[in-house]
């Protein structure tokens, strides 16, 4: 299939990318940049990409395409809160124009990269595709919201899925420490100590950035009546699990790595999930090859190789927050997140 892939050059599209190429489709991205210079090791694979703002995206870049892969957005809570007013108008807002022009220009099918984290607050473990969300942040009130807007686009001719990614762990060539799994990695590696603030408590269900990315393959090549505005939860039972236990994994690895807890530092967001219906409705689906303790040992073996050190994991490049604020800062971007004419 002839795929575009928006989002292209983030944590996971510099993935998910190679997945696609892989199994023998045509990709093409589509992403307006942030983190084009945030390389973790090796380049991603090259692809075409056209240099976009979901915001201003039109018909014909989507003319010729038979699916949409999804990504692009502020990807996290904290780049929610950056500017009231933005996660809507680029998650929410820039996503329906997304959607629109590709079903005016005839694509059919159109995978959205939504998040467990519109769940909210569980109110029970085991959450369901037919839980109701209880979104905490902005970011999560745009998954939700965006995926009600698809729903409304969807018809004989056009073909959403809501894929609910759990948080995504794993090294990619766009890394993020400003996920749980990569971020306790990355501080065990660089301080020798995980130091919580909070008591460690709240469940996060994870996933492989690899499943994520073979997740969205299956729902690409699935039968139509599969996934045909369907709502599946990203991830695996096996990989719901409280935050401390992460870190007791890490220290597993890395014996001489101390880990301490705070209080609850009023983190209100914990969320146990129910992955019943990937496991059964999508044909090909298991995660049983991306652990949690098989991508620890992954990073170890990556920063040893790379000789990751305390200014790459404080710095900017792979911290989403702090490489908009640099944009900003040098006057490369402006507040609305528009790049600057030279
Ligand atoms: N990483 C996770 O744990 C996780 C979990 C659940 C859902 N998701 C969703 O998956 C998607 C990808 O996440 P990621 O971790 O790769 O994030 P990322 O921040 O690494 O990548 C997002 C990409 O979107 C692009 N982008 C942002 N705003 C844009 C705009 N206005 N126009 C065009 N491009 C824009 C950025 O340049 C970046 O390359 C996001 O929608 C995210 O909400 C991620």
């Known amino acids: 299939m002839k795929v575009l892939l928006t989002g292209s050059e983030g944590y996971i599209g510099a993935v998910m990318r190679d997945v696609l190429l892989n199994a023998g489709h045509a990709v093409t991205g589509l992403d307006t940049g942030f ?9 991603p694979t090259a692809i075409p990409v056209l240099v976009r703002d979901v915001r201003s995206v039109s018909e014909s870049d ?7 892969i999804h990504l692009a957005a502020l990807s996290n809570d904290p780049l929610g809160n950056l500017e009231p007013g933005l996660t809507e108008e680029i998650n929410t807002q820039g996503s329906i124009r997304v959607a629109e022009m590709a079903k005016a220009a005839g694509v059919r099918r159109f995978l959205f990269a939504s998040s467990c984290s519109l769940y909210g607050q569980g109110e029970a473990l085991g959450l369901t595709e037919e839980a109701t969300p209880n979104p905490q942040t902005p970011y999560a009130h745009s998954k939700i919201d965006f995926e009600r ?3 409304a686009l969807a018809d004989d001719s056009f073909s959403p899925t809501y894929m609910r990614n759990a948080t995504a762990f794993g090294v990619s060539p766009r890394l993020r420490f400003d996920i749980v799994v990569n971020n306790l990695c990355g501080c065990a590696w660089t301080t020798g100590k995980i130091g919580m603030t909070s008591d460690g408590s709240p469940w996060r269900p994870l996933v492989h950035v690899q499943d994520i990315s073979r997740a969205f393959l299956l729902a690409l090549e699935a039968p139509r009546d599969v996934i045909h505005d369907e709502a599946f939860n990203i991830g695996s039972t096996a990989n719901n699990i409280q935050i401390r236990d992460i870190a007791y994994k890490v220290q597993a690895q890395m014996p001489e790595c101390e880990v301490t807890f705070g209080n609850s530092d009023g983190d209100t967001r914990t969320y146990n999930v129910d992955f019943t219906k990937i496991e059964t409705r999508l044909p090909g689906w298991n995660t049983t090859g991306y652990s949690i303790d098989r991508s620890i040992t992954e990073f170890l073996e990556a920063f040893e190789q790379l000789q990751t050190k305390d200014e790459d994991f404080k710095g900017r490049l792979y911290t989403r927050l702090r490489q908009i604020e640099h944009l900003q800062s040098s006057g490369l971007i402006d507040s609305q997140l528009y790049w600057s004419k030279a």
């Open 62 to 68: 989507f003319e010729g395409f038979d699916a949409v």
């Open 35 to 43: 983190f084009k210079e945030c390389d973790f090791g090796d380049a």
């Open 149 to 151: 807007a698809l729903h």
